[in-house]
């Protein structure tokens, strides 16, 4: 059997120019063959995101063996992952930290953050809840080589105690299980801003919601900077718009984009299920290497 009986190309629809496409007609599982598997990791390097709908049969435990295909599992630093599974993280929007409606790449407060994470939608509200990914290598691509000489050489201290209830809107629910579950362990990690994929090679902006400050330039002008790179990083021709429907998974590099969930949806029932890849320390333009400077439990 070849790849392309597998996922033929005509299964394959891409959703935006710079980023995403759905993959039709094919069933997930732990028991897909190799080739398989190796196309939707190419495709999912090509796209940076990949959707599929129609994945009902898929429960925690089926989940997480199509995800091991992918790679090592992991689970939260902070949240740790659901009774008896590997990676499986529950995000229920009826919780605290159920609703992330900030631009981020997960887990950039350390230093090895995830590669790839699989979700699955689990309960999903009448109308809203979509997610929007950004392509973040087309962002430092589509800057002007001035710019993109620039980002070469900045730094950001990223950490998991920045301002969130600043930038999203944040519930008590929401502050607290920030303040006592997600902040329990502070870690700090110095990124540069553009690292090198470690399978395609492309250049990619590591910013988001997690950026603390860069290195080296006072906080006004820090600002300014972030605010520069970050709206490339958004704007809308480098982005992509998922509206989910029971049982559809999104796998995305973690590398590559940023992410924003959609908090549009009121006090409807959201609930969606993560499972998390294990990534690699990103290495700058010039080699070096990312490096955590704090990881403090309280």
Known sequence: MSICDVIPSNAVVKRAARIGAEVKNIKLSGDLPHHAIAEIKRLLLKHKVIFFRNQGHLDDA???????????????????????????LELDSTRGGGRADVWHADGTFADAYPKIL?????????????????????????????L??????????????????????VR???????????????????????????????????????????VGIRKYDGQKLF??????????????????????IAIWDNRATQHYAVNDYGDQHRVVHRATIEGDVPVSVDGRSSVTRMKVTE
């Open 118 to 146: 699989v979700l699955r939608a689990v309960i999903t509200p009448a109308f809203g809840g979509d997610t929007v990914w950004s392509n973040t290598a087309a962002a430092y691509y589509g800057l002007p080589p001035a």
């Open 148 to 169: 993109q000489r620039l980002a070469e050489d900045l730094w950001a201290v990223h950490s998991n105690v920045f301002d969130y209830p600043g930038i999203a809107r």
């Open 227 to 248: 605010d520069l790179f970050q709206s490339h990083i958004t704007a809308p021709e480098n982005t992509v718009r998922w509206n989910w429907l029971q049982g559809d």
């Open 172 to 214: 008590e629910v929401d502050k607290k299980h920030f303040d006592e579950v997600f902040t329990r362990t502070v870690f700090e990690t110095e990124h540069p801003v553009v690292r090198v994929h470690p399978e395609t090679g492309e250049r990619t902006l590591v910013l988001g919601a997690l950026v603390k400050h860069f």
């Open 62 to 88: 089926e989940q997480e063996r199509f995800a091991a295909r992918l790679g090592k599992l992991v689970p939260h630093p902070m949240l740790g992952a659901t009774k008896g599974m590997a990676s499986i």
